[in-house]
């Protein structure tokens, strides 16, 4: 009675396990809730919002079915911890059954990993394409220009360093730059350091990719979905003024933005051609980007009375 009571209990933890994680999978997927409906119950895992490119978005589904994946897993493996804690925890001096090995358990064991790992890879792979998919004809190319410690965002007419430089913007050591660009269109970044490796980062497009000195060239490219004012940053350790590093991203129609880059190839200074898309300066500044607080308090164009985006306050 003993042993045989025994022999069959492996195999009911491995169908209660089996039900337990089968169940939560069902219970995610029936629930009716997409990924996204799931990020914003739980905070987004970590990340600041669901993103403002298509790219980001993908991205952003990954990680939060990837995280539900690794909790459901957990859940089931704590629980199983738990329950053989428990449930077979010392009695007396009488030494249990010994039980040498349980086939299905094995395989189960051996077979639910690498479905888990293949799942992963699969989709990992997928969404990595996707992101760093370059098109034939980007709609608009800047060329992202590091130095320390500030940003330079040259407007380009091609692909490529043989390309000019329509326009540009330009930060210093009052001002932040203003990296403008338009909603739904294909965007191509084409980077190069002045100096040493920086790295340029808006955490909203969930991206960031390093900038290099030197004859590399890092090309990525977004379509950005939500109009809107973001900071960016640099993200690598560059030097004693790594931190100010920072920039804003204004994300407007791709009318305005047309009208910006033609107030721009005519001569007019960035605050002038912001002024010509209806920007005055006294809007809502791109502040803050959770969970870091930019420090910034003013606006860009320096009125005395105001704290000069990138000092010290
Ligand atoms: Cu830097």
């Not at 999978?25 to 997409?34: A, F, K, N």
């Not at 390309?163 to 909603?183: K, N, R």
């Not at 993200?235 to 920039?247: D, I, K, P, R, W």
Request: overall charge neutral; proline content about 4%; charged content about 20%.
């Amino acid at each position: 009675m003993g042993a045989r009571s025994s022999a069959s209990r492996p195999r009911a933890v491995g169908r209660a396990a089996g039900l337990g994680l089968g169940g939560a999978t069902l219970l995610v997927l029936l629930s009716g809730c997409s990924i996204a409906d799931w990020g914003d119950a739980f905070g987004h895992f970590g990340w600041p919002s669901r993103g403002i490119s298509l790219q980001a978005h993908e991205m952003y589904d990954l990680w939060i079915a990837s995280t539900i994946a690794a909790l459901t897993v957990g859940v089931g493996v704590w629980g199983l911890i738990f329950w053989c804690v428990i449930r077979y925890r010392k009695r007396g001096d009488e030494l249990p059954v010994q039980t040498r090995f349980n086939m299905p358990m094995e395989i189960l064991y051996t077979v639910t990993p690498v479905l888990i790992v293949a799942v992963l890879f699969y989709y990992t792979a997928i969404v990595q394409t996707n992101v760093d998919k370059l098109s034939k004809n980007p709609d608009q190319v800047v060329e992202v220009v590091a130095f320390k410690w500030n940003w330079q965002f040259n407007y380009r007419d091609g692909m490529g360093e043989e390309a000019e430089t329509v326009a540009s913007t330009v930060g210093s050591s009052d001002v932040i730059p203003l990296l403008v660009l338009p909603v739904g269109q294909k965007i191509r970044f084409e980077e190069t350091s002045k100096d040493v490796i920086h790295s340029f980062w808006v955490p909203e497009m969930l991206f960031k990719r390093d900038v290099f000195p030197g004859n590399v060239r890092n090309v990525f490219e977004v379509t950005l979905d939500k109009e809107g004012r973001y900071v960016g940053r640099c993200a690598e350790l560059c030097g004693t003024y790594h931190a100010f590093m920072n920039f804003e991203l204004v994300v407007v129609s791709p009318e305005k933005f047309d009208q910006f880059l033609e107030a721009k190839k005519s001569g007019s200074s960035t605050q002038e051609a912001m002024g010509a898309i209806g920007y005055t300066g006294n809007e809502v500044y791109a502040t803050k980007t959770s969970p870091f607080n930019t420090r910034r308090q003013a606006h860009t164009w320096n009125q005395p009375e105001t704290v000069a985006a990138g000092k010290q306050d």
